[in-house]
């Protein structure tokens, strides 16, 4: 007993000790008054801000030249008077220098100042509305130690981010990808959660501020409601944006009524960072329209649901984990989305020494909003990690309006090895990343009147019958059209297809303002020209990579046939040179890793779903998986369900002689539709033929 009490007054006294020299060796003690960073006022901690999410996304390629803003969501509430254009820049290189180490940067200023949104923690950095950002350069942002949260506590340091710029403007309206509650049509979907937020996820990048705007996101009662709740009447709320899962959301003040019609409306006030305005559900692109949808709420609210953290990635324990790895945690199945900004400020990782890793991002899946992704900044040293998320009244939540939460932490150690051939990164497509189709030198063909290309399309073919059946209509731009009948008749081998992005090719237009008669005698735009050359300069670098990895993966190697396989991360050749999927879909499984990376070698073709009146088949992506983290390197050509219909994810790049790519067959009606780009690199005729086909880029 005296033993144990001396030993307690000796911690006691050592702890004292410590603990003042502590605060001497950090001013907490002397005159300076100010509050430190880490340790805070008098040497009690204070957790800093973090930032927690960027847009345009660290590391990203081919980012467009028209982004007018760039953005920071911070893990706690910021003084936004730290927040200027002296703590929130951004330096770009010459236009043509991406890549070049050593290339000086100058200042992008001119844009206005720095703005900030406490709904979301989120600060918006302008740029000039007159000029681009130079193309295929790389940019730096920075957010420095002058930016404090409200409680006058600074970021431990400059937070850095880079990204390249592509060769292209952005001229693709963004778009309402997924809905909660669904959309359905006519509506009103059945069974939404009465004492759950609405939430909408975009295609694109979106600036937070026409997101949050007044009146811009809105839930109102109707129609065809009785008493008590009559229409229109507005539910009281508000919205907020996450940027890194591009989900705007809207909280009612109370829960919605139960066996109630709402009507959920997100107007064209919402723009992409290129300031794009929303292709909503209201009208056919390429006018802008909003996005309008309806639910009837369920009789009775759902129970509260304690939450809990149900898989990890890596597993608990786990060994050999890469450098480059992302750290994942997967939240019980709900039909209620986590709430972004909650899981951003209580996801945490520390490394060797407890050193703290500083996240580029901390974000939620768009998919099902349960999966959160800590991505570091940088490539993790070898050693062990513990990954925590913090529990309990101030930590995670979900999106009902009275959150349910999680009720104490949760962490779980990894260690970390030195990086082998599994630890893959996705392959850059620089300036061939804004293209959903790309036709060589051959150019392109639509037959069908449904087909819509959302991003832009190019060749370098030099005769305009080379693009046939496609225009565009970029909202700043005349529209150009290319040998096409509008509407158009499969039969006659062309047909009208719209292009939400722009068209870049090495000849004229049938009509518009690349057309002979609007450029003069000209046999091209040297500047359209110039940016096909470019991007497929890019699409060829970016097939020669793909072609040379070395086949390593998580599954065991699949067959010819890839029908009713589920695949794990990694690099698979075809045996024989060629994959099929055929009598079944394919399922890609990321393991709960948002930037897991598939790569398809294949030395001739790729056929998916079957001929002759045979079943479409699809890509399976098993959230968070990424479309544009999923690679097919076609040695000769690929036909894409013949039958039409089904869908097709990931960038499809071919490389050998004819026929290229083929989607479809002359005569379906039913689109196919394909989530990534279809690309031919080569210059001695391989084509791509569409057949109503809807292509969505992703983005970077």
């Known amino acids: 007993m005296k033993i144990t009490e001396s030993y307690s007054r000796f911690s006691l006294w050592l702890m004292t000790l410590l603990l003042s020299a502590i605060v001497a060796g950090c001013g907490g003690g002397g005159g300076g008054g100010g509050r430190d960073p880490i340790l805070g006022i008098g040497g009690i901690a204070v957790l800093g801000p973090t930032v927690t999410a960027v847009a345009p996304v660290n590391n990203a390629t081919g980012v467009p030249i028209s982004t007018k803003v760039v953005t920071a969501a911070f893990s706690k509430a910021m003084d936004p008077a730290t927040l200027t254009t ?254 972004d900004a909650s899981v951003a400020a209580n996801f945490s990782v520390t ?22 992704t800590f991505t570091p900044l940088a490539v993790l040293p070898v050693g062990l990690y513990t990954a925590k998320i913090t529990g309990g009244a101030s930590g995670v939540k979900d999106l009902a309006i009275t959150p349910n939460t999680m009720a104490s932490d949760f962490s779980w150690t990894f260690t970390v090895v030195p990086a082998t051939g599994a630890c893959l990164v996705p392959v850059s497509l620089g300036a061939a990343a804004p293209f959903g189709v790309f036709g060589g030198a051959a150019g392109m063909t639509n037959m069908g009147n449904l087909t819509v290309i959302n991003g832009d399309i190019g060749t370098i073919a030099t005769g305009t019958s080379s693009i046939t059946g496609f225009h565009d209509a970029p909202p700043a731009l005349v529209s150009d059209s290319y040998t096409e009948v509008c509407p158009g008749t499969p039969l006659l081998g062309t047909g009208c297809g719209l292009v939400a992005g722009t068209i870049y090719t090495c000849t004229v237009s049938s009509i518009g303002r690349t057309s002979a008669i609007s450029i003069g005698p000209a046999t091209q735009d040297p500047v359209a020209c110039g940016i096909a050359t470019a991007a497929l300069g890019a699409a060829g670098t970016a097939y020669g990579i793909l072609a040379g990895l070395a086949p390593v993966g998580a599954s065991p190697a699949p067959g010819a046939n890839l029908a009713g396989v589920t695949l794990f991360p990694g690099v698979y050749a075809a045996p024989g040179g060629s994959f099929q999927i ?119």
Do not use: H
């Open 86 to 339: 002296a703590s929130f820049t951004l330096a770009c290189g010459a236009a043509g220098t991406a890549g070049v180490v050593g290339s000086p940067q100058t200042p992008v200023t001119g844009g206005g100042a720095v703005t900030y949104l406490a709904a979301g923690s989120v600060a918006t950095l302008p740029l000039p509305l007159a000029t681009d950002l130079p193309a295929s350069a790389d940019c730096t942002a920075t957010v420095t130690t002058a930016a404090k949260d409200t409680t006058n506590v600074a970021l431990a340091a400059n937070f850095v981010w880079t990204f390249a710029t592509g060769v292209t403007p952005d001229t693709t309206r963004p778009r309402v990808t997924l809905t909660v509650p669904a959309t359905t049509s006519p509506g009103p979907t059945l069974g939404a959660i009465a004492n759950a937020a609405i939430t909408a996820v975009f295609t694109e990048d979106m600036v937070p501020a026409s997101i949050t705007t007044a009146g811009t996101f809105t839930v109102t009662c109707g129609p065809g409601n009785v008493a008590p709740c009559v229409a229109p009447a507005a539910v009281g709320g508000a919205a907020t944006y996450a940027i890194g899962s591009r989900t705007a959301t809207y909280t009612p003040t109370v829960a919605l009524a139960a066996s109630t019609t709402y009507t959920a409306t997100i107007t064209t006030t919402a723009t992409d960072i290129a300031l794009n305005a929303l292709a909503g559900n209201q009208a056919l692109l390429p006018a802008a329209s909003d996005y309008v949808w309806t639910f009837t709420t369920a009789a009775a609210l759902i129970p509260p649901a304690p939450i809990t953290v149900i898989s990890t990635n890596p597993d608990v324990g786990a060994g050999g984990v890469c450098p480059n790895a992302t750290v994942n945690a997967t939240f019980n199945a709900s039909a209620i989305r986590m709430d």
């Open 351 to 372: 490394g060797p020494g407890a050193t703290v890793v500083t996240p580029a991002s901390v974000v939620l899946d768009g998919a099902t909003g349960r999966v959160a």
């Open 582 to 700: 055929l009598g079944g879909d394919l399922t890609l499984d990321p393991q709960g890793n948002a930037d897991a990376v598939w790569v398809f070698q294949m030395a001739s073709t790729l056929t998916v779903g079957a001929a002759n009146g045979g079943a479409p088949q699809s890509v399976i992506l098993i959230p968070p998986a990424q479309a544009k983290n999923v690679f097919w390197q076609v040695g000769t050509s690929a036909v894409i369900n013949a039958p039409g219909g089904g869908t097709m994810v990931g960038t499809i790049i071919t490389g050998g002689p004819p026929p290229g790519i083929a989607f479809s067959t002359a005569g379906n009606a039913t689109p196919v539709t394909l989530n990534g780009r279809a690309m031919t690199t080569t210059v001695t005729g391989a084509s791509v033929t569409l057949v109503n086909t809807i292509i969505n880029v992703p983005a970077p």
